[in-house]
């Protein structure tokens, strides 16, 4: 699997958008990117994955630039209920693979 | 459609003994796996399974762990004779198979090690 790049902590004011960087530069044709949170020691949980598209689902958007090297999850409105640790995977299938998370962003959304 | 359930969300185990955590994938899916979140470390995969076959362990310590998936009943992740080292938050997780599917997570067991 790809190597992920995140920077460690973000901030964002609450109710304006969380734009939160990923760099995969050796990312291969067929690798998905898929991007889950982890809420305080909960669960990680699943946000959104896409291959080549920009994606958008009623969590997020998923924004993957032509040459795929990088993307960028973006929080439209974000929300205290937001802060959490934000992961950032490279895989050749979100399912019949193992994960491997890296250390993530911490984002920190402020009133 | 419930989600992911583990049990127990805590467990208190002396070093020596044995610790049982149970994994109920949600309806529908065949595929589980299990992490490992040490104190302020990331998630590790520890093993992948199917229902009755073992997929993938080559996150799992040579000695001590085991995991199963039989055909009927929850997964369980077995660790013998526990050490302090084994203190961690334990994820379940399952999906549906087959290709592009994300994984869901269940709410973790926190095992502790007196």
């Known amino acids: 699997d790809a190597k992920t790049t995140q920077p460690p902590s973000m901030d964002c004011a609450e109710g304006r958008a969380a734009n939160l960087p990923c760099n995969h530069s050796t990312i291969s044709g067929n690798e998905y990117v898929y991007w889950y949170r982890q809420i305080h020691s909960q669960g990680p949980q699943y946000i959104i994955h896409g291959l080549k598209n920009n994606e958008t689902n009623e969590m997020a958007s998923l924004i993957i630039t032509e040459d795929r090297k990088s993307s960028t999850l973006i929080l439209p409105h974000a929300t205290l209920r937001d802060t959490a640790v934000y992961y950032c995977i490279v895989t050749l299938s979100g399912s019949a693979r193992q994960l491997t998370f890296g250390s993530g962003t911490q984002l920190t959304v402020l009133p | 459609n419930a989600g992911v359930m583990q049990n127990p969300r805590h467990l208190v185990r002396r070093r020596g003994q044995e610790a049982r955590l149970r994994c109920s994938p949600m309806k529908g899916h065949s595929h589980v796996y299990w992490y490992r979140q040490l104190p302020e470390e990331g998630l590790k995969f520890m093993v992948y399974?199917?229902?009755?076959?073992?997929?993938?362990e080559s996150g799992m310590p040579k000695e001590r762990f085991s995991a199963e998936f039989p055909k009927e009943g929850p997964s369980i992740l077995r660790i013998q004779q526990v050490v302090r080292g084994d203190s961690a938050a334990y994820f379940c997780?399952?999906?549906?198979?087959?290709?592009?599917?994300?994984?869901?997570f269940g709410p973790g067991t926190r095992l502790t090690v007196t």
């Open positions: 997780a399952s999906s549906p198979g087959g290709q592009d599917y994300e994984q869901y």
């Open positions: 399974l199917q229902k009755e076959n073992i997929i993938d």
